[in-house]
């Protein structure tokens, strides 16, 4: 027969089966922890965005440097020189010269102060690796005559020889020889120095120049707008080509020479075409020029235009450096259409370090004003020849890509930070919240066990010394102390189950041999015994007399409840109370009742009543009708009930525990519980109340039943 059991404490493992970690403490652990990789990665993009602000700003203020130097270097007349000359490249190793455009008429070739400074201040000067230099160019002006200038220097050893005047033989005289190619035509020039009449060793003298052609016959006479100086210093050269303080037998000396050529297509073209005349030619970039200064008694060129090592002066080309990776530089003249640039430059693109595309999207995505606007600065330089445009326009990939080489260092930092939370999150939840969750369930196990008689909490894998494994070695003590209780409850249980199937078996036998001694209905003790039966069926075969009085399953019907108090309060002094006093009502007073279970109740409430009346005070049965009820007060005059009992009097062993029963040790406190059980396995109800009565006097305690009314059948 199945049976429960009731421990102190049983209640604590009353868990529920699904239980979990709650989930405040949940949310709270996993929130802040989210919260922390939230507020990381904020951080590393604040900072991103910050650096984006800081780069953009920077590289305005950059560009805006770069664009002032672009200008104050084309602005230099070099500067002007590459403008006006943007197709020209300069000299090339081995490859013949072409002349350039000066950004001033023309040079005074007659004197050498002059002629270098304005060689010099042009940058016209094609550098060579012996230190030789050479300037070949037009002036900008058609104005000045057609003429081709060639001025340079070089490092020569021993005296100028000069020719002697009047003599055939140039060949004994220091010389240059000139060629000039253009539109198919050459035109070729022997300038031997002259020095004077007597000839001989000079630092100086004029160079004649005599036409040579093809076949390398040359002119009687000199070309008379051939113009040109030859200048030796008296120093030596030191290291570095530079003039030495003293003079060395044997040194190398700088020799300077400046000349003017005649082209006689420009002077053509500039008599035919005065007033239409286009200067500088079209075909400027088409002459070739070879310069070679000889020696006298000699044809090994001191210095030769055409030799390698030649650097080339100044052009637009040489701005691309200063220009960043995608920013370009449009140079075109005034008045030009769009699109028609003298030069187009762009920065040279760096792809020694890639770049992330992930980080480059990200940095594209950082909001940061007016950062998507195109960046443009325009500017002008006035020329001798025309004004001529700039447009610097700017790219900020490069401001990307710088921040992208910073963003991937600091993904570094942010992921080893978010490494370390994410790390101690799942510590935490791995050695803390699934050991409790673990913990919890298995504890709901044991709650589960209890209802069915197992206690088993397992603990394998949770001990340790941590605090967590310390409270599952004392729960599994405790686990094992109750499991020791439980065992004990078991053993008294069925030695209580025993002792009610004894006690029982014992009583019915003198009970049935009673029935025969009292056979009568009308018999008052006939109904004691019938009574005594039916309280002994209850109990019997039942763990425990408070469960035996749940489990009860009561007969109900249609009772007189007037007649039957009646006749209770007449059978009083035969179950030991005596004065019960019961005023009829003269009506039927139909109830839904089991009449054996309400006889029980209603005596052991006078049964109660008897204990704590004053002697010789009676005890008053009063029924009244309610609507649909009828309401029983028991009334007698003991003294009253504490207020915080008058519900506990009902629970199973209270009411041995009150004042008064202990001259009455056999009491169990399970007469109010029967009385309360009855009553509502009848639909009814039972309370107590302390009644008020006159000044100075007590009023006594009244037990209230109310029933539900039924009809007679």
């Given at each position: 027969m199945a049976f429960g059991l009731r421990f102190p404490g049983a209640e604590i493992l009353s868990l529920p089966g699904r239980i979990r970690i709650p989930l405040r403490l949940r949310v709270f652990f996993r929130g802040a922890f989210l919260l922390l990789a939230l507020a990381t990665l904020a951080l590393a993009l604040g900072l991103l965005q910050d650096e984006k602000q800081r780069g953009w700003r920077a590289y305005q203020d950059g560009l805006a440097k770069t664009q002032a130097q672009i200008v104050a270097r084309l602005r230099h007349p070099a500067g002007q020189l590459a403008l006006l000359n943007p197709g020209s490249r300069g000299g090339s190793a081995g490859a013949a010269l072409r002349p350039l455009?000066?950004?001033?008429?023309?040079?005074?070739?007659?004197?050498?102060?002059?002629?270098?400074?304005?060689?010099?201040?042009?940058?016209?000067?094609?550098?060579?690796?012996?230190?030789?230099?050479?300037?070949?160019?037009v002036g900008n002006s058609a104005m000045a005559g057609a003429f081709l200038y060639a001025v340079g220097s070089f490092g020569s050893e021993g005296p100028l020889i000069a020719r002697r005047l009047g003599s055939a033989d140039l060949a004994q005289a220091h010389r240059l020889k000139v060629s000039v190619t253009l539109r198919g035509q050459t035109t070729q020039w022997l300038a031997p120095l002259e020095a004077g009449a007597e000839g001989g060793p000079a630092t100086r003298g004029r160079l004649a120049g005599f036409a040579e052609d093809p076949q390398g016959l040359l002119g009687t006479r000199p070309v008379r707008d051939f113009r040109g100086w030859w200048w030796q210093d008296a120093r030596c050269l030191g290291e570095g080509e530079q003039p030495a303080v003293a003079d060395t037998a044997g040194c190398r000396h700088l020799s300077f020479f400046s000349v003017r050529l005649p082209v006689e297509l420009f002077r053509e073209e500039l008599m035919a075409q005065r007033e239409r005349l286009a200067w500088p030619p079209p075909d400027l970039d088409r002459v070739q020029v070879r310069v070679q200064a000889l020696a006298g008694g000699s044809d090994q060129p001191l210095f030769d235009s055409d030799q390698p090592d030649a650097t080339p002066p100044f052009s637009l080309a040489d701005l691309a450096p200063l220009l960043l990776p995608g920013e370009t530089l449009r140079i075109r003249k005034a008045g030009a259409p769009a699109g028609a640039e003298i030069a187009t430059l762009t920065g040279s693109v760096d792809k020694s370090q890639p770049t992330s595309p992930l980080l480059d999207r990200l940095i594209r995505q950082l909001p940061v004003e007016g950062y998507d606007r195109p960046i443009q600065i325009d500017d002008s330089i006035a020329t001798p020849l025309g004004r001529y445009e700039l447009q610097l326009s700017g790219d900020l990939r490069g401001v990307n890509r710088a921040l992208s080489l910073v963003a991937a260092r600091v993904a570094g930092y942010v992921g080893a930070m978010l490494a370390a939370i994410v790390l101690t999150w799942a510590a935490i939840e791995l050695a803390m919240m699934r050991r409790i969750t673990l913990l919890t369930k298995r504890a709901a196990a044991v709650s589960q066990g209890l209802r069915e008689g197992d206690l088993v909490l397992d603990v394998s894998g949770l001990r340790g010394s941590d605090e967590l494994g310390l409270l599952a070695g004392t729960l599994a003590e405790l686990m094992q102390r109750v499991n020791d209780a439980v065992r004990r409850e078991h053993i008294r249980a069925q030695q209580e189950k025993d002792q009610w199937h004894a006690v029982g078996h014992e009583i019915m036998s003198p009970l049935q041999s009673l029935m025969v001694l009292h056979p009568k209905a009308d018999d008052a003790s006939h109904r004691y015994i019938q009574r005594m039966q039916q309280a002994v069926r209850v109990l019997y075969g039942q763990a425990s007399p408070s469960e035996a009085f749940e489990a009860t399953t009561l007969g109900l019907d249609a009772l007189d409840l007037d007649a039957f108090l009646a006749e209770v309060a007449a059978n009083a002094p035969h179950a030991g109370v005596e004065q019960v006093v019961y005023t009829p009502l003269?009506?039927?007073?139909?109830?839904?009742?089991?009449?054996?279970?309400?006889?029980?109740?209603?005596?052991?409430?006078?049964?109660?009543?008897?204990?704590?009346?004053?002697p010789g005070t009676s005890i008053s049965l009063t029924l009244a009708l309610e609507g649909d009820a009828a309401e029983l007060r028991i009334h007698n005059d003991g003294p009253p009930i504490a207020t915080e009992q008058l519900e506990r009097i009902f629970e199973y062993g209270v009411s041995s525990q009150h004042e008064g029963s202990g001259d009455r040790p056999d009491q169990r406190g399970q007469g109010l519980f029967v009385v309360r059980t009855y009553l509502a396995k009848m639909g009814g109800t039972v309370r107590a109340q302390n009644d008020i009565g006159a000044p100075g006097e007590a009023g006594g305690v009244s037990f209230v039943l109310r029933l539900a009314r039924a009809k007679l059948h």
């Open positions: 455009v000066l950004p001033f008429a023309s040079i005074d070739f007659d004197d050498r102060v002059k002629a270098q400074q304005a060689v010099e201040m042009a940058g016209c000067q094609v550098q060579y690796g012996d230190g030789a230099k050479l300037c070949l160019a003269g009506q039927p007073v139909p109830v839904q009742a089991d009449a054996y279970a309400l006889e029980d109740a209603v005596t052991h409430i006078l049964s109660n009543a008897q204990r704590y009346r004053p």
